[in-house]
């Protein structure tokens, strides 16, 4: 049985607080002999010591001697010698007191650690040992500083932990009938349901397969032709003829896709003020499809993913892949003047690619050890270090050669611009001055004072007034902006890149509204058309992805336009070599130093300088070699991604085939073997069918990590094509979660995919794959509730019927039918969506002008494909959104309900038909049957 | 004057075709133009009374269904006001006569108390020195506290307000500082306050969403829906915004030319049967039953959220309490007014802003050209609709079951910019709890003498936080959801109670 806290991820509907019921202990200790600490310090160390001993005092509560645990913590002493019902620790211990004590996941006392811990209390809590040093100070701060810090040794108990341990595959268990010892999958599954005295679910009809298999596997309806197919088709392999086609359909990567996209966090803006488009972040999620549909060897795709630019030699494919560290929320000012963005970049990394590939929250060792796994803050820093030579850098898709003729000729343009600028800003300079000082004019006296007073004669405060008037007066930013032709060369590498275009003079002086004399204005107005049409002649960048390669970020140049302020953390490091390290140059990833958050420079070098590593839990102390750097010719790298790529994507690694396979598990019946796709550590929940995990990453491994290979298995399983309506009293009270999968679990489809069906009921799906997304309608009145929500198409037509895997996914304004249904935040690697059920997703597919409008085509498409007979059209209506024939009574119902829509109407026109078959098709839509996977 | 981004007819002039002809003439060629029963729309819920959009008795299978306390609770309920833009202390509530002696003086240099080091990190260009206020500022009430002239009507009621003064942020940028006050971090993607209360406490009115957001009638503030987002949580406690034109909730009813209320609860009858159906060949699916159930809930939402956003039902007197007869008090009025409303249905969070992005500067109370301007001209759009609001709900007997809590996301410098203006300062704030029997004309916490960082009782997001759930009776370390491998807080691993507005417990020395 699943621990309690995790029984709410199957029960959607519900999220009760953790309501911990008070247990008594039953005293079943010998009544014989003093207990002294001897007898109560193992269960403390077992227990307690985790969060409130060596390394951590949660709640400022030391548990290690009589004199800390009588001083107590946040909440007040521990301890009241000689009376045991009246100390916290036996109230928490027992529940008596909650927060009931210990936390999850550690298991709590048991009956005779508390009669233990109880009769100690009441005999007065002797204690003989020597009491261990408590630290002068306790709390947080334990092992905050790296002057404190001593790591903590990772032991092989600790490396015991299931998921740490290299999956054994085991013979699959024989069991009957016949009909489930064909699969192994099977095998484990009806092993584990015949322990728990479990009945099986017959076979689903074929008209359920077909609609069950059709959505999971490409997220559409099956059409009626195809249903009628496939239900009558007397081959013996006509079902795993139907899943070898949908696995062959482009449609696939759509929809499997769109579930590794959950997993890395995919947005295409940055999020946070900005919001700004990824440009090119659409060309990644086409990757992702593409390889799906390719059935790219997974452990090739965590590669590609994670070093893609150090692949020799990299691919086209491989340098889209990078764009993996940049899809996810970022503030964007410069790394290298506000590198604690970096770190907290580097955080989403860590975060995103250990619980993304590994199943591990190592971001949580980032101010201290792992409060429940053994991951230590040194290998979080290990692991920063890894990650730490990686820069922004936008990968041109075209042959080297291609690319430096690009950039030359931009470069030449730019550079016969320059001059032009230059005599504009030397036009324009005698009117900025004389508009500065009729500005001055208008300021308060004190200000005009301040700027009067001669420079050396001016007070501290005066020169801070005069400065903020006079900065900038005598520079003009727009034109010094492209002087630097070194700049022009940072384009290729600035975020700005694939949308910068050289600020426009004309607007330049308007927007300060400077009047020039009409001879000046004359000049100026010659200079720009020239330097509009150089501007036109500018060559058209060519296609690029926003990826990553190794660098320095502290040498970062600055953008174009670029004016460095006052305050900024800008530091000199004292290096010279190299934002972006050429052949022949020497270059090293810069120091990571432990503890470095990014928040004070002058703090972040005084930890130690670490070395790139592994997690030592997994490597035993044995780590594998880091990769060589590449060998290409053209650019330079550390290799130090592509080394840890390596080692989370290879057999010897206990956890990435094990997640994987977890996932597409889970994506297949809607709950993981592990229920925490995201959490293999302690904090997660154990698996319900170990074995045939482990069976499966094994089998995963053998058929050369390939995905539609343990699809294959997995959608020919029994177990995935049994019926969901069977129901034994039985056993719905012996597992009423259906952990052990004794019949198929429903499960709702998420908004994206339930958006789709709707358009693939209507006929009117557009299929046009790939390339830039597109703009769902938002009506205004969302829109306006976020500035900078700009939004292209906001019109219900065909160009917006796509589906929605190439929706535009804006970080700060989510799509109101997907963020409804519960579609992930993208800030964070979703280990599973919730699945939530809300009077304004009724509202959404009740009144939103999409599934109306998609409502009435489908109704028209009814009446165009079925003739003019109601009942024929009511039927075909069946067969489309739900694969099957009405029911007597469903028949009768709705062509009650059409007749009655259609009589209460005035008139008997083809419209008023229309409507009332319209209004059939959208109570359709919205029934539990058409936007469940049955 | 509405915005055009508000008004209504703009969007019916972006569409391509005719909303006559949208939905059946267009397409396929089928189908006449109908006639379009217009009439029957609205009478159907006319036989929904007030009371029966109260009653949710009946309802059994909801996220949102009232959960139990930690503790006994102060209040039920929290209006959150939400000024947007960054309110500057020492012209508002923090009154700092300092800074009339050490104006033009730059910060720092010398000036005792001020623990600057002279090196000021300003968001804008360069600084200024230090600024008196270009405000009054008088006594008043019992508490003899200090305010300026841009609130006469607030300075009425200044001994029902907690001021805290020493509220501190991590950022300078009005976006993470947003995320910082409304999520308890200032990295992106966490759930709101509001969320995180209705996912602990759910709602006492099944008929109305548990969590409503009423932005400033020009446009939405920094960093828009993120703001009262859910987060990790399920999305069914994220805030939902309740529009200042036509129905409240988006969606909430069918367009008129489409079809009728009346038949739309036709389609529901059927949808019921069919679902009824289906439920039954799959028993014991607990999450068939909550569908069901939705949609008759959202029925139900549909005569009871334009019910309780009908002010014609409040009188002259109270319309003109908040404000309402008034252009420019009459919008964050009617946002005040549509508060109390709602709290009174159940609603457990309201969360209101001023301040929108359209035109950042003057929009928002971010006032780096002028704070005389600006924050003139945004007082008086809050100052007696918040006061009318207090005053109603005392005399309905509302204000001690209701926390209210009054911020920006930071104070301002007390230098200048460019003269007349101030930049961001998340050095300190001065906010304001009110009500859910917190003891009102307490000064909570100090700023040093020139308003330039906090000085005594630092006081983070986090204790303010952990302070408005205790209220709520809910303990801040124990409303937890297990996300990614950890059980998440909205206090993450801090928060501190604000003695003072729990009404227990030692300032920590």
Redesign the interface.
Known sequence: MRPE??RNFR?????????IAAAVAITTLAQTGAVTDKDVRPILEKKCFQCHGDNLRMGNLDLRSRESMLQGGSAGPALVPGRAAESLLYQRVTGQS??RMP??PQPILTDSEVAILKRWIDEGAKWDSASPAVSAAPG?KAGASYAEYKERVITDEMRHWWAFQKPVRNTPPAVMPERWSKNPIDMFVKASMDANSLTPAPQADRATLIRRAYLDLIGLLPSPAEVDTFVSDPSPRAYEDLVERLLASSHYGERWGRFWLDVVRFAESS???HDRTLNTAWRYRDYVIKSLNDDKPYNRFVIEQLAGDELDPPTEESLVATAYYRVG?R?RFREKDNPYYRY?YLDDII?TTF?GFMG??VQ?ARCHDHK?DPITRMDYYRSVAMFFGHVNYDHLLVPKKDADEWAAATKEILRQIAPLKKEIAQIEAPYKRKQFEETVKK??E??QLAIKTPVEQR???????A???E?GLDVDPDANADDDLAKIVLAATDDNFYHYSPPSEAQGSQRRGLKLSDADEQKRKELQNRITELQKKMPKAPPGVEGVRDGDYRLAPDGPGDVP???KSRAEYGVKCCYLPEPGQEYHVPDVHFGANGLNLEEDVKGPVVQPGFLQVLVNGTPPPLADPPKRTDYVSSGRRRALAEWIASPENPLTARVMVNRLWYWHFGTGIVA?P??F?K??APPSHPELLDWLATEFIRQGWSIKQIQRLIMNSETYKMS??F?NADD?GKD?TDVYLWRYP???LEGEAIRDIVLSASGKINFQAGGPSFFPAI????R??????RWDL??E?PATWRRSVYSYWK????V?MF???????????A?RR???????????L????FT??QS??LA?RV??EAGSDLPTQVKLLYKIALSRQPTER?LR??LE?VN??QA????N???????AM???A???I????FV?I? | MMTPLCDDSMAKKQRYISRRDFWFKAGMGIGGLALIDLLNRDGLLAAEAPQACVASDSVKDSPYLPKPTNFKPRAKSVIHLFMSGGVSQVDTFDYKPDLLKYHGVALGSGIAGVQGDGKVIVRQGYPGPLMRSPFQFKQYGQSGTWISEIFPHMSTIVDDLAFIHSATGKSNDHVLSHYEWNTGMILMGFPSVGAWVTYGLGTENQNLPAYVVLYDHRGGPFSGPTNWGSGFLPAAYQGTVFRSVGDPILDLKPPSDYMSVEQERRELDLLARKNANHAEMHPGVSDLSARISSYELAYRMQGCAPEAVDLDQESEETKKLYGLDDKITAPFGRQCLLARRLIERGVRFVQLYNGAIVNQNVDTWDAHSSISENHRMHAAEVDKPITGLITDLKRRGLFDETALLWQSEFGRMPISQRALGRDHNPGCQTMWMAGAGIKGGQHIGSSDEVGYKAADQVIWNHDVHASLLYLLGMDHKRLTFYFNGRNMRLTDVAGELIPQIVGHGKVAA
Not at chain 1, 926 to 929: L, Q
């Open positions: 806290f995790l029960t959607s509907a519900r999220w009760a607080l953790p309501l909650t927060p936390m999850a947080d999020g946070y003020e929320p503030v907290d975060r619980g591990l929250s949580c429940f300021l308060p004190d200000v007070t501290a405060g005066q020169k801070l007034l400065a903020q008037f900065s302020l006052p305050g925490t995201g959490t550590g904090m997660g969901s309506r129901y719905v009423p429903v499960r709702r009506p205004l009145s969302v306006v509730g976020y500035a900078n929500g906001t019109k037509e970080r700060g304004m989510k109101p963020d409804v249904h519960d579609q992930p935040d993208q800030n964070f690697t280990e919730n699945i939530s059920t809300v009077p304004t997703q009724a509202l959404m009740l009144n939103d002008e109306l409008l009435r085509l028209e009446m165009q469903e119902d709705d309900f009655r829509e209460a109407q005035a008139g026109s083809e419209g008023t038909y229309l409507r319209s209004r059939l959208h109570v359709m919205n029934s539990n049957e469940y049955n």
